[in-house]
């Protein structure tokens, strides 16, 4: 196997693997700490992404130098004092996050968050140990871009499968066993994270050559990334926005059990981004050959497999989620209640989540290719669209109003992104790639679904049922997705017919 697919498949195993902990811990947590109590955890996600916006500059940054250090093209003293110098930026914004939720933590408890049956004390202690988990998980992805530029995605998957366990069943246990508390959850969490950063900072530091001088902060190494990092930086923050804003503004409008609900609905959604993320995260060195013009055939290959393979696994999924919405949830928590309040949000975010997936290959051929001032011009302009959208919409059709908005956000994301993109053999086949390659797929999907709701489980009193029903429906589309698809239905009848050979 080759080493590109071996990093796929650990890509896919190790998020997989996080997603399925968060999905299936998910309504365990609701039932010990409440709805209430999660709809302050679903704040954590923004509190998160604030963090990454600029681990998002930094690690793309880092992996690609750790990469040209692999091959070679830069020396150890350059690599070590660049790592210093990061950590010291990463890990000293940390800390003044962390000092600053702790500032604004009763005013926001007190005057922000509409909280019934948690007290304003628990809500405030809550915002700063969240704040503070969410630092140290961004120096956490600064040694994971490290890991991946060192082409060491497989341990790295495989220690973050062990670690995502652990931080899951403990919390867990803690909640069950000691304290049913937001305070002992985000307790647990700091001690994962701080387990987290000793291992994998481990892991880098004994990958690099031994030196006899001590690293330091370098600005002449900061100066070599600064350009490249300060458009990423600027991509992040206005993906971060897109991503969490509507929650930021719901949560100034509603309760937080209906912010719950909401953020219970978009994380259902979201998941399906870790269907995109892992091909490219292993096929982005060779994207950036992409553009650096080797041969056309294996160009337009290379890209057209990697769309199609994004679309079918994309559309098999999302159009799972939207068509049996409240299969999913029921199958999932077993609740009717979260059944009546967010399946009709999640069939609404999924397909903006869908939109945004298929956008994401093209958005890393922006960046590929040198453009990424072109990429965060359209972001920008996308998230304008869609903070006023979820500020009209919202008052006139509640939450849902926020869920149309990202899904209209997200269409106009894709077309514009899909326009401009500097795709292989230039804008005559862009028409041919998106019908064949996305439209097609995803109308499979859609028939395959569509014949499911004539066989669909009546109510909801079999969660086993459901699980049987679902999973056959996901296969189903995604073969049959699969065989409308050019270049992967030639490899899967190769791979069959060397099996049957043998």
């Given at each position: 196997?080759?080493?590109?697919?071996?990093?796929?498949?650990?890509?896919?195993?190790?998020q997989?693997?996080?997603?399925?902990?968060?999905?299936?811990?998910?309504?365990?947590?609701?039932?010990?700490?409440?709805?209430?109590?999660?709809?302050?955890?679903?704040?954590?996600?923004?509190?998160q992404?604030?963090?990454?916006?600029?681990?998002?500059?930094?690690?793309?940054?880092?992996?690609?130098?750790?990469?040209?250090?692999?091959?070679?093209?830069?020396?150890?003293?350059?690599?070590?004092?660049?790592?210093?110098?990061?950590e010291?930026?990463?890990?000293?914004?940390?800390?003044?996050?962390?000092?600053?939720?702790?500032?604004?933590?009763?005013?926001?408890?007190?005057?922000?968050?509409?909280?019934?049956?948690?007290?304003?004390l628990?809500?405030?202690?809550?915002?700063?140990?969240?704040?503070?988990?969410?630092?140290?998980?961004?120096?956490?992805?600064?040694?994971?871009?490290?890991?991946?530029?060192?082409?060491?995605?497989?341990w790295?998957?495989?220690?973050s499968?062990?670690?995502?366990?652990?931080?899951?069943?403990?919390?867990?246990?803690?909640?069950?066993?000691?304290?049913?508390?937001?305070?002992?959850?985000?307790?647990?969490?700091?001690?994962?994270?701080?387990?987290?950063?000793?291992?994998?900072?481990?892991?880098?530091y004994?990958?690099?050559?031994?030196?006899?001088?001590r690293?330091?902060?370098?600005?002449?190494?900061?100066?070599?990334?600064?350009?490249?990092?300060?458009?990423?930086?600027?991509i992040?923050?206005?993906?971060?926005?897109?991503?969490?804003?509507?929650?930021?503004?719901?949560?100034?409008?509603?309760?937080?059990?209906?912010?719950?609900?909401y953020?219970l609905a978009?994380?259902?959604a979201?998941?399906?981004?870790?269907?995109a993320?892992?091909?490219t995260?292993?096929?982005?060195?060779?994207?950036?050959?992409?553009?650096?013009?080797?041969?056309?055939?294996?160009r337009?290959?290379?890209?057209?497999?990697?769309?199609?393979?994004?679309?079918?696994?994309?559309?098999?999924?999302?159009?799972?989620?939207?068509?049996?919405?409240?299969?999913v949830?029921?199958?999932?928590?077993?609740?009717?209640?979260?059944?009546?309040?967010?399946?009709p949000?999640?069939?609404?975010?999924?397909?903006?989540?869908?939109?945004?997936?298929?956008?994401?290959?093209?958005?890393?051929?922006?960046?590929?290719?040198?453009?990424?001032?072109?990429?965060?011009?359209?972001?920008?302009?996308?998230?304008?669209?869609?903070?006023?959208?979820?500020?009209?919409?919202t008052?006139?059709?509640?939450?849902k109003?926020?869920a149309?908005?990202?899904?209209v956000?997200n269409?106009?994301?894709l077309?514009?992104?899909?326009?401009?993109?500097p795709?292989?053999?230039?804008?005559?086949?862009?028409?041919?790639w998106?019908?064949?390659?996305?439209?097609?797929?995803?109308?499979?999907?859609?028939?395959?679904?569509l014949?499911?709701?004539?066989?669909?489980?009546?109510?909801?009193?079999?969660?086993?049922?459901?699980?049987?029903?679902?999973?056959?429906?996901?296969?189903?589309?995604?073969?049959?997705?699969?065989?409308?698809?050019?270049?992967?239905?030639?490899?899967v009848?190769?791979?069959?017919?060397?099996?049957?050979i043998?």
């Amino acid at each position: 196997m080759s080493s590109t697919r071996k990093n796929i498949l650990a890509n896919y195993l190790g998020q997989g693997w996080s997603a399925l902990m968060a999905v299936a811990f998910l309504p365990l947590y609701i039932r010990y700490l409440g709805v209430e109590a999660y709809g302050l955890i679903g704040l954590f996600a923004v509190v998160q992404a604030l963090m990454l916006v600029i681990d998002m500059g930094i690690a793309p940054a880092l992996n690609r130098e750790m990469a040209r250090f692999s091959a070679g093209l830069s020396d150890v003293r350059y690599i070590r004092d660049l790592l210093r110098s990061l950590e010291i930026i990463c890990f000293g914004f940390a800390a003044l996050m962390t000092v600053v939720a702790w500032a604004f933590s009763d005013y926001l408890a007190r005057g922000w968050l509409n909280s019934v049956h948690l007290s304003p004390l628990s809500v405030a202690h809550a915002l700063i140990l969240m704040t503070l988990v969410a630092g140290l998980r961004l120096c956490e992805s600064l040694y994971r871009g490290c890991l991946y530029g060192l082409e060491h995605q497989v341990w790295f998957n495989a220690a973050s499968t062990i670690l995502t366990t652990l931080r899951y069943l403990g919390a867990l246990g803690v909640l069950v066993f000691f304290s049913p508390t937001l305070q002992a959850f985000f307790v647990w969490q700091a001690i994962l994270s701080v387990l987290t950063l000793l291992l994998f900072s481990w892991r880098v530091y004994i990958s690099l050559p031994e030196i006899v001088w001590r690293s330091r902060f370098s600005t002449k190494a900061l100066a070599e990334i600064g350009s490249f990092a300060g458009g990423m930086i600027g991509i992040a923050c206005v993906t971060m926005l897109f991503l969490q804003i509507d929650k930021i503004i719901l949560s100034r409008f509603f309760s937080l059990k209906d912010l719950g609900y909401y953020s219970l609905a978009a994380t259902a959604a979201n998941i399906i981004f870790i269907i995109a993320i892992p091909v490219t995260q292993a096929i982005y060195p060779r994207l950036v050959r992409i553009s650096s013009g080797v041969d056309e055939i294996e160009r337009n290959a290379l890209y057209r497999k990697t769309m199609q393979l994004t679309a079918v696994l994309l559309g098999s999924a999302s159009m799972l989620l939207c068509f049996f919405s409240s299969g999913v949830i029921y199958m999932w928590s077993g609740s009717a209640e979260l059944v009546s309040a967010t399946a009709p949000l999640l069939s609404i975010l999924v397909l903006g989540s869908f939109l945004n997936g298929l956008a994401y290959l093209p958005g890393q051929l922006q960046i590929a290719s040198g453009s990424p001032q072109r990429l965060l011009l359209i972001s920008t302009f996308v998230l304008i669209i869609f903070v006023i959208l979820v500020i009209y919409l919202t008052p006139i059709f509640g939450l849902k109003g926020a869920a149309w908005a990202w899904l209209v956000g997200n269409t106009v994301y894709l077309g514009l992104i899909h326009a401009t993109a500097p795709y292989p053999s230039g804008k005559r086949l862009k028409s041919i790639w998106f019908s064949a390659d996305v439209m097609l797929p995803t109308i499979a999907s859609v028939v395959v679904m569509l014949v499911g709701i004539q066989l669909q489980p009546s109510g909801f009193s079999d969660r086993l049922r459901w699980a049987s029903f679902l999973v056959v429906t996901g296969l189903f589309a995604l073969a049959i997705s699969t065989m409308t698809t050019s270049l992967l239905r030639q490899q899967v009848v190769g791979l069959l017919r060397a099996k049957s050979i043998k």
